[in-house]
């Protein structure tokens, strides 16, 4: 099954919502729009990066909060309340350490050119390598055969 590897990127208040209860995980992006997780597919793996703590905050974080497994079904609508109605995909989140992406930069292959790397994270959605996904999971401590990944080492 070929399977695409993702960063999404949200505050990390909002991130650490999503993985909350591990049996109803969740991943929303680009303000709830449902555009961005159709091109999200069952059993790609996704990993959250949070530049900040709370949204719009000057909270600095830089940190990989999440990390997991699309779940089977497609992206469906969620009442927030307020009026606010973002779209979201289901995913099976794996117990993971947060982890500063600092010292991951040099390893990215994503990374094109060290001075400007977090360009790529406005898109609030991307795909990047198997390697580097291996590498974010490492990072953040987690069980590779959880992600499904095979036992080759980088």
Not at 56 to 79: A, H, M, N, R, W
Not at 121 to 149: N, T, W
């Amino acid at each position: 099954m070929a399977r695409n590897n993702w960063i999404a990127v949200a505050s990390a208040q909002h991130a650490r919502r999503g993985c909350a209860i591990p049996e109803r995980g969740y991943m929303q992006v680009c303000h709830g729009k449902r555009a961005p997780l159709q091109r999200v597919a069952p059993g790609d793996r996704v990993a959250y990066y949070a530049p900040t703590v709370t949204m719009g905050g000057k909270d600095t974080l830089q940190k990989f909060v999440s990390i997991g497994l699309v779940k089977e079904g497609s992206p469906y609508p969620f009442d927030m309340g307020g009026g606010f109605v973002p779209f979201r995909r289901d995913v099976a989140y794996v117990p993971a350490q947060e982890t500063p992406i600092a010292p991951l930069l040099d390893m990215f292959d994503f990374v094109e050119d060290r001075s400007r790397w977090g360009y790529k994270f406005r898109l609030g959605l991307f795909k990047v390598s198997d390697a580097d996904m291996r590498r974010i999971a490492q990072a953040m401590q987690v069980d590779l055969a959880l992600l499904q990944f095979e036992s080759l080492l980088f």
